[in-house]
């Protein structure tokens, strides 16, 4: 067993080259060539996010191990110059044994104390247990039709990124082994965040945490002594750091190897629990706003991510939101090299409670001032509450268009259907849309440092809010008909729409009725 896969030498890990290949490579070829990759090209964002977060934390360990502490300059000339290779691959041959995916005691990200537990030794379970696109137990299905009782078997490199993606994500729940109930991963609905450079190595440079302090260390679980059943029936502990947020066990897993090294079987138990502190909050999560205080960001059903873009951005007393940490370290090194706009990556899985319910993966491009000025970042978060109040304006008068052509237009049951009607209609879509092509332009102008630009600014959203609110509104009129209660309907809303778009049409003509409602 022990000779079998080994992920220093393995191809597992999926890479796009920078000519545009994608590939498989091995942990020590991954880094011996990040500066050759152009990014990891694993497809499912739960998955991608979890891949990167191991990357990040062996280049921190490795570091840790060569030089001890190092600096924002240090990050800066890595950065130019290509990650320590050398330093990197000593440290993973130092922990070679510690890499074998199927290691009869101490299994990569596993728990070999499974096989001999009374509760899980006799009980295997299939592979789709750990991956978030299968069905299994009463999970709603999402990409696959699979059967508990007739799984069917994958290669090692695809259990172990399914095992990867599903330790970040999973929601927890129910497990009757060991604990009736199994806490959730570090990230669990959560739209998690990842700065981006020309290069892997200038990605991992740029999410790159900081050495820890003195006298603390943040281990990896590879560095920890295996898990016993006393510390999987344990009480939720906080994360040490980054490196243990990256790489905890937060559900025990054993990989049963088959034929060829193939996984079809696995056991599973509850792993070592996750506790979450105020204090120190996961670094790739943000938090926004909510009823009652900051609340961590995700993917929200039909919902663009762009609407939610402030909650990446500084605040400057923190009510608004609160950013991921990782974008505060990507803004320190851009300071240092200039400025410019920086790439990131948000992707994860939304779920409610152990339900999961989507995932998504998005590339957004900010002006490095936005990251790093509070001023920038409230410009920002203006203009987009500007957007959003004048959506829930339109919204409301095109309901009381809508209630007005159904029976008993004034019942509280009319209103409901309409604002039903509306929301499943494509006014939504159009709107956000529509304002969504100016969103590049606008944050461009606010993180140029230009102040005539900010008039370019609000001169430019404007007329988007302008364009987007009259294509919701035609597509509500499109749907109505021209019934003679569908034109009255139009025709009691068109004077209140028309003020509401007032201070929106000093350069642009007002909008017209229909021709049936001037008739």
Known sequence: MNGSFNLLDEP?????????????????????????????????PPGLIAQYRLLLAIVHRALSRAQGRWTDADRARWYRQGLPAGAVRDYLEHWRER????????????????????????????????????????????????????PRPIAAADALRTLLGFLQFTPGGLVKSLRDADKAGALANTAAVMPLGESLAQSLCLALHPPSRAGHEDLPSWERDPPGLAQLRGEPTLASGPNDRYSRLTSAVLLLPGEQGRVQWIRFAAGIAL???????????????????????????????????????????????????????????QFL????????????????????????????????????????????????????????????????????????SAGKDSWVRARSLFDA??????????????????????????????????????????????????AVRDGLGRSPKALRAEALAWPRFRALLRDLQSADPCPQPSEEVRA
């Open 12 to 44: 597992w890990l999926p890479v796009r080259l920078q000519d545009g290949r994608v590939c498989d490579l091995g942990l020590l070829e991954v880094f011996e060539r990040a500066g050759e990759i152009g990014a990891l090209a694993e497809t499912a």
């Open 337 to 408: 090299l200039g400025g410019g706009e920086q790439p990131v990556l948000v992707a994860g899985l939304a779920s409610d409670q152990a339900k999961l319910l989507r995932w998504r993966s998005e590339r957004l491009g900010l002006p490095a001032a936005l990251l790093a000025s509070a001023d920038c970042a409230n410009e920002l978060r203006r203009q987009l509450r500007r957007a959003e109040e004048l959506f829930g304006d339109v919204r409301k008068l095109a309901a009381g268009m809508l209630a007005e052509t159904l029976p008993d």
């Open 275 to 333: 506790a979450e502190g105020a204090q120190a909050p996961d670094p790739m999560a943000s938090y926004r706003a909510g009823s009652h205080g900051l609340v961590r960001l995700s993917f929200a059903e039909g919902r663009a991510f762009w609407r939610d873009l402030p909650a990446l951005l500084p605040d400057a007393d923190g009510l608004a939101s609160q950013p991921a940490a990782v974008l505060g370290w990507a803004a320190n090194l």
């Open 99 to 150: 890499f074998w995916l199927f290691h009869p005691e101490q299994p990569f990200m596993q728990v070999a104390a499974l096989a001999e537990a009374e509760e899980t030794r006799d009980r295997q379970k299939p592979w789709s247990q750990i991956s978030l696109a299968s069905a299994n137990g009463n999970a709603p299905v999402l990409f696959d039709h699979s059967c508990d009782l007739a």
């Open 425 to 474: 209609g494509p006014a939504p879509a159009l709107y956000f849309a529509t304002a969504e092509r100016a969103l590049g332009r606008l944050m461009a102008l606010l993180g140029s440092g230009d102040p005539d630009d900010l008039d370019k600014a609000e001169a430019l959203w404007q007329r988007t809010l302008l364009a987007a609110a009259q294509a919701a509104w035609q």
